[in-house]
């Protein structure tokens, strides 16, 4: 903002005079309970059925009023907890989350007694392993830049990772490190892309 930040900077960024990879105004998507609309946002606008699908995800509200807290449903989770994960929706990297089958009973009552207080900030997901691979659990990405003109996509997908033995948050921000992800056909030699071909395929849009 103005003012917690650089006066006129945003006016600089909208007329592309300041180059940016953060786009002014989008913050918003970084809170958790966005996600539980992405897939009814992509019917609407795009009148397309999502080819990857969201995880269930519920928030601890009622569906009738979400600022009153659904007890069935928190009774459930306490009771159960290592079959879920919460998620307050304002957090910040792996802040605040609890991941169910990472918990001792101790630990978990007392997240548990944390969410009580305010049960509209969360939403849960039953637990849902990542993906796995040489003592390591990761999340894979596959970052485009989409352009009016044409998209650019990598040659290779990145994703965070973290010992399978750790607590289960690859963020960057508590113990998660950044890694690259080859996709190897066994039938055929191992051609490494960064030596053979330009780092970014450029995809003109149909």
Request: aromatic share 10%; glycine share 8%.
């Amino acid at each position: 903002s103005e003012k917690n930040g650089v006066p006129g900077l945003f006016d600089a960024i909208v007329k592309g005079k300041v180059k940016t990879s953060s786009t002014p105004g989008l913050e918003f998507i970084g809170d958790k309970e966005f996600y539980m609309y992405v897939e009814k946002l992509v019917k609407y606008y795009l009148n397309e059925e999502p080819i990857l699908r969201n995880l269930p995800t519920r928030t601890l509200g009622l569906k009738s009023n979400p600022n009153l807290p659904d007890l069935e449903l928190f009774k459930q989770m306490a009771a159960e907890y290592w079959k879920y994960v919460l998620k307050p929706v304002d957090g910040r990297g792996g802040d605040g989350i609890m991941i169910g089958p990472k918990e001792n009973p101790e630990s978990a009552a007392k997240i548990l007694e944390q969410i009580k207080k305010r049960f509209a900030w969360y939403i849960e997901q039953e637990y849902t392993p990542l993906s796995e691979g040489e003592g390591y659990i990761m999340d894979l990405r596959y970052l485009m830049d989409v352009g009016h003109e044409d998209n650019l996509a990598p040659m290779t997908c990145s994703g965070r990772a973290i010992s399978r033995d750790g607590n289960g948050k690859v963020n960057l921000s508590i113990s998660g490190r950044e890694t690259t992800v080859w996709i190897i056909d066994p039938k055929k030699p191992f051609v490494s892309p960064i030596k053979n071909c330009p780092y970014l395929l450029k995809k003109k849009k149909p």
